[in-house]
């Protein structure tokens, strides 16, 4: 057997590995359109990036963080009891403290008693006011925060650069995993060519 034929499987990692990379590489670059003898190249995200937007926005907005799963907390009896002893507290300030300063009379005419039968009704109004007022400011809030629009936007609007680094923070073991799985493929393949060209002889 030549000797050098062990050199094959070298070369066929190596051409594994670098056709891998390239394709990588092709992902992001080049940034803007590009000729080169008549065909015109670009990275696949910097090309399609106001779809890869779009299609962001939709999962986030569908998927991710709907207005109808925020609703759902924010309306939760359980999540709104939560607040409850925040809004006691300063309604209690405000009726024996605020109240007395701006309206000493009422201090004359009214009681402690009095003031914590008046804070326990309003409470206990409040308690049902919550989930009516904040299901119609999560209404208003859906119609005024258009959350696929924003992610749209804001994903539209990153520099390539930009976008390549996220996504490589995000991504960068697959990438090596799949410049690994290239060279490892071509690795083999090398080694059939030496099988294949030592059974010929």
Not at 72 to 91: D, G, I, S
Not at 94 to 120: C, N, R, S, Y
Not at 147 to 166: A, G, P, R
Request: zero cysteines; aromatic letters at 10%.
């Amino acid at each position: 057997m030549n000797w050098w034929l062990l050199i094959i499987p070298v070369i066929s990692a190596f051409i594994g590995w670098f056709t891998n990379w390239i394709a990588i590489k092709m992902l992001f670059h080049p940034r803007v359109p590009k000729k080169i003898l008549g065909i015109t190249f670009q990275g696949i995200f910097p090309k399609r990036q106001r779809q890869f937007a779009e299609k962001l926005g939709k999962l986030v907005s569908n998927e991710l963080l709907s207005f109808s799963d925020i609703e759902k907390k924010v309306t939760n009896p359980e999540n709104l009891k939560k607040v409850m002893p925040v809004v006691e507290a300063h309604l209690d300030h405000f009726l024996k403290e605020k109240l007395k300063d701006q309206m000493p009379m009422i201090a004359m005419l009214v009681g402690e008693k009095t003031l914590d039968m008046m804070k326990a009704v309003f409470m206990t109004e409040l308690e049902e006011m919550f989930p009516v007022i904040m299901n119609q400011y999560m209404g208003q809030l859906q119609s005024d925060l258009d959350l696929e629009k924003i992610v749209v936007e804001k994903v539209s609007s990153f520099s390539s650069d930009k976008l390549e680094s996220i996504l490589n923070q995000i991504m960068s073991k697959e990438f090596r995993f799949i410049e690994i799985i290239g060279a490892f493929v071509g690795f083999i393949i090398g080694l059939l060519q030496i099988l294949i060209t030592t059974l010929s002889q």
